[in-house]
């Protein structure tokens, strides 16, 4: 029989199997997270619409295409959150955390929503791993932040990937550089696809972020903020690189790389991947210096880094990076007939209680069918017990590892267990 209901197009289902890949990559992340002394926040999963249309930016795909809009009884415009720096910027001004620590630094792990085509590594709900630093101008924190998440792929498994760097400038300067890209573009216009042509008008720095052919190749010459940059930008940009170098973070220059929302200044960098074809980000970031202030807090510096999480694992899997995934069960305890499953849920309780990760069978399986199951959920031991155990008060151990198998006093079973 069928199943009258699928998963709505654009999710997916994350079963047991797979969930042990997420719990585990989310565990690094945590870990690494408390190393560079960030703290985790969350936020709602939906906040007021105007939050990320005035400070991502109209033009954005996100806000004019991709976002999930509703309206509650009372006529208040609510979205679906569709990226994770907006609502922990506005989480920072609503509590005022810039009076309770000069700089802050946090963490989400968060359910992000875009209507967007689906496709490899893209839903239209995934998880988003984010860190966000409030309240320095710093270059070394720009650097820092990148040492964080070059430091992360590392640790899941990553070691080839691509770090691009750029500066996109800040209100000061980036008027002079628009006004030559629109120069440029002008005779251009019909050389470019139709987004980028409805970009030239909106919100031309995006036009540089183009992956069509057409539009790179027109766009070879055109003008790059690096050389428009003011003197601040132009400082802060120097030192950011001159970090990386000391910290042997090797980079490359890319002055074509942008980042998706508005609100973005100064430094922008982008972690890729060759795994993933055209689609080869991985993770990116960069400052916000602005959006404190945007969203009704006091002039506040800021860096951010985020990434997605299925994204991650997608590109694990087609690295054949094999992680160090623990059994989920590390004992599996098999009961022979009605006095061995009495004896089995008395022995599952006894191991628990010692803090033994332990199951047993509940359907009156033959031997050879609980151990079938034993070794599914990779069990690295089975204890069984039938009558002979029951009345020598032992349990016959096996080694799932080895298939080595003895018997054992029923008081030496946790010992011997937490021993190995």
């Excluded at 003008?223 to 001159?242: G, T, W």
């Excluded at 202030?293 to 997605?308: N, S, V």
């Excluded at 399986?365 to 017990?385: P, T």
Aim: glycine letters at 8%; proline letters at 4%; charged letters at 25%.
């Amino acid at each position: 029989m069928m199943a009258e209901y699928a998963a709505p197009r654009g999710t997916r289902d994350i079963l047991p199997a797979e969930t042990q890949k997420w719990q585990y990559v989310e565990s690094v992340f945590r870990d690494m997270c408390a190393l560079y002394g960030f703290e985790e926040i969350r936020t709602p999963t939906f906040e007021h619409t105007e939050l990320f249309v005035r400070n991502l930016g109209e033009t954005t795909d996100v806000v004019s295409k991709e976002m999930y809009n509703f309206e509650t009884k009372g006529g208040r415009k609510l979205t679906l959150r569709p990226e994770g720096t907006a609502p922990t910027v506005r989480a920072y001004v609503t509590h005022n955390l810039g009076a309770v620590l000069p700089v802050n630094k946090v963490y989400y792990i968060a359910r992000i929503f875009r209507f967007e085509r689906p496709q490899a590594g893209r839903y239209r709900e995934h998880t988003q791993l984010g860190v966000e630093v409030f309240g320095s101008i710093d270059p070394a924190l720009d650097a820092e932040v990148i040492s964080f998440a070059a430091g992360f792929f590392r640790e899941v498994g990553i070691d080839q990937f691509e770090l691009k760097l750029n500066t996109i400038g800040c209100p000061k300067c980036r008027p002079e550089h628009r006004k030559a890209l629109l120069d440029f573009v002008e005779s251009r216009l019909g050389d470019l696809c139709e987004t980028c042509r409805d970009r030239y008008e909106r919100n031309p720095l995006r036009m540089l972020d183009c992956k069509e052919e057409r539009c790179q190749a027109a766009l070879t010459d055109a003008p790059v903020m690096i050389d428009y940059v003011c003197e601040e930008c132009r400082d802060h940009f120097a030192k950011v690189r001159a970090y990386l170098t000391e910290m042997a973070i090797p980079f490359v220059l890319d002055n074509k790389l942008v980042r998706g929302f508005d609100y973005y200044t100064k430094t922008a960098f982008e972690f890729v991947s060759g795994e993933l074809g055209a689609q080869n980000a991985i993770g990116g970031g960069g400052r916000y210096d602005n959006l404190v202030e945007e969203i009704g807090g006091a002039p506040t510096p800021a860096i951010g880094f985020g990434l997605g999480l299925d994204r991650l694992l997608l590109t694990l899997d087609a690295m054949q990076v094999q992680l160090p995934l623990q059994p989920r069960n590390a004992v599996f305890v098999a009961g022979l007939g009605e006095a061995g499953h009495e004896a089995a849920v008395k022995t599952v309780c006894g191991l628990r209680k010692n803090g033994v990760a332990a199951d047993m069978d509940y359907t009156g399986r033959s031997l050879k069918a609980q151990m079938k199951v034993a070794n599914k959920l990779g069990a690295r031991f089975v204890v069984i017990i039938g009558d002979d155990e029951i009345a020598g008060d032992t349990v016959t151990l096996r080694d799932m590892s080895s298939s080595e198998q003895k018997s054992l006093p029923t008081s030496e079973l946790v010992e011997y267990i937490k021993s190995r």
